[in-house]
Every structure is written in C-alpha cells, then in structure tokens.
Nanobody, 128 residues
Framework: QLQLVESGGGLVQPGGSLRLSCAAS????????IGWFRQAPGKEREGVSC????????NYADSVKGRFTISRNNAKRTVYLQMNSLKPEDTAVYYC?????????????????????WGQGTQVTVSS
C-alpha cells in the first residue's frame, strides 16, 4: 500500500523560497504520476503541479508558472516542489497525491479527483 508523507512546509516571507518533499513508502514511485495540490481556508482544492511517471512531462497552474518547479527522484522515492518568489496568496495546506499510471507521458492536474493516494499535507504560510 502506497503511503505518502509531505514535509518542508513552514513560514516564509514574501519573495522567499521553500522546497516541499513528498516521500513514498510501501512501494516504488516509478509507475505513478505525482501531483501537488493546495487548499487555502474557505477555498476549493486546486492543482499546483504534476509530473508524469516517466518524468518526461510536468504541468503547472498558471498562478505558479515560472516560480515553482517539480522534480522526482525515483531511487529516493521522493518528489519535490521547489517554490521560489513566494507570495501571500500561495499560503495553503499543500498535499501530494499519486495516481497509478505506468509509463505515462502525461499527467492530469485539475482538482485531483483522479488521484487515489494522498498525503496528510504540510502547511505553507507566506507572510511578513
């Protein structure tokens, strides 16, 4: 059974950076698309970024393009989300999720309904 654990959240000033990690246990990540999602208080969950199981494709929400970078290290069973130039509107609980998609060259983003496995979330607060 795949289990995901996020880490790396915290409090950062506007313009700062954080790197979130999503570590998997139980099985290898090789055949899973991985997505990062976030939910702010009173708002719907939204897709932030995803990376295909092959690692060849990544997608980003328009609001984070050019600032966030997703990457994966299957040997370490970990997916990262590097977040730069953070803004107060990036404040949310960030979740990683996995979708079984062997050899996939695409990854869906959306609101995450297609992702079966979820971590517990990590809080990111951007404030001065």
């Amino acid at each position: 059974q795949l289990q995901l654990v996020e880490s790396g959240g915290g409090l950062v000033q506007p313009g700062g950076s954080l790197r979130l990690s999503c570590a998997a246990s139980g099985v290898t990540l090789d055949y899973y698309n991985i997505g990062w999602f976030r939910q702010a208080p009173g708002k719907e969950r939204e897709g932030v970024s995803c990376i295909s199981s092959s690692g060849g494709t990544s997608n980003y929400a328009d609001s984070v393009k050019g600032r966030f970078t997703i990457s994966r290290n299957n040997a370490k069973r970990t997916v990262y989300l590097q977040m730069n130039s953070l803004k107060p509107e990036d404040t949310a609980v960030y979740y990683c999720a996995a979708d079984w998609s062997p050899y996939s060259g695409i990854c869906p983003l959306g609101d995450g309904k297609g992702y079966a496995y979820w971590g517990q979330g990590t809080q990111v607060t951007v404030s001065s």
